[in-house]
């Protein structure tokens, strides 16, 4: 069976449609040694590259679907490139052969907290579908103390660029001086959404942690910069929030085994 190029690359995790569309726009992919065009379609057996570097677009067959959890600190872009030159946290992950990292989502270079990362295409993709509605949880740091006003109209929705957004839950934080914080949660993912939410009602962030994203807590351990994969309980919650089937378990990865939180990609000191 054949599908279009960017659904193919798509749920091999290479990037949201869009990208793709961009990418082959641009003449950046190569099918069989040709450029692809918009619209071509593929088995995913032929020869395909981007930026001249072959695709593996087939991982070997015993290695299961890995997820990390990552925390991201201000300052880090959550592309993998960047004509600026600024860090991307892609650059803190572990390597991998034959699979890649994608990006659960996204956070801006001014936020901070949990990112996911996955090498099934297809889960991350699910996770950040609108329809499946996954929850993410942010704490916020805000100048000033909301009213009782704003509360409920963020509650029950403001009418933003992009659309109509609300949060599902708002509880106070406590705070001191000039900002209070808050705990605040929603179903979906536009960009930069927490923050315009709170600008539609006079609120201004100061500092945005993302806390949760659907089962996954970012947790106290897990420092700025450091990573930790997943373990198979909270992988198989991953796929049951995305509506999706667990795979079968292959034999053990190595790296899951390990297991313990990791700083830039460094495994933490063996005892």
Request: proline content about 6%.
């Amino acid at each position: 069976m054949t599908a279009r190029i960017q659904k193919v690359l798509a749920d091999a995790g290479i990037g949201s449609r869009r990208a793709i569309d961009a990418m082959v726009a641009a003449g950046r992919v190569a099918v069989n040694g040709k450029p692809a065009q918009l619209g071509d379609r593929i088995s995913g057996n032929e020869r395909i590259a981007i930026d001249g570097r072959p695709l593996n677009l087939h991982p070997q067959p015993d290695a299961a679907p890995r997820a990390l959890a990552y925390h991201k600190p201000v300052g880090e872009i959550a592309t993998r490139r960047d004509p600026q030159g600024r860090p991307s946290v892609f650059s803190s992950l572990p390597r991998l052969r034959g699979a890649r990292w994608v990006a659960v989502g996204r956070l801006d270079i001014n936020s901070a907290g949990l990112l996911l990362f996955t090498t099934a295409g297809e889960l991350a993709h699910a996770l950040m579908h609108p329809s499946r509605a996954v929850e993410r949880e942010y704490a916020v740091r805000v100048r000033g103390e909301l009213g009782a006003g704003q509360v409920r109209r963020l509650l029950d929705g403001v009418q933003l660029e992009d659309g109509a957004a609300c949060f599902s839950s708002i509880e106070a934080g406590g705070g001191a001086g000039a900002n209070r914080w808050y705990r605040v949660a929603l179903h979906e993912g536009r960009k930069r959404e927490v923050r315009r939410l709170f600008e539609a009602v006079g609120g201004q962030v100061n500092r945005l942690i993302r806390v949760r994203y659907g089962p996954i807590e970012l947790g106290r351990a897990l420092r700025p910069g450091a990573w930790r994969y997943l373990t198979p309980g909270e992988l198989d919650a991953l796929y049951a929030a995305a509506g999706l089937e667990p795979p079968a378990r292959a034999r053990p990865q190595r790296e899951a085994r390990r297991g313990r939180a990791v700083r830039r990609g460094v495994p933490a000191r063996k005892r």
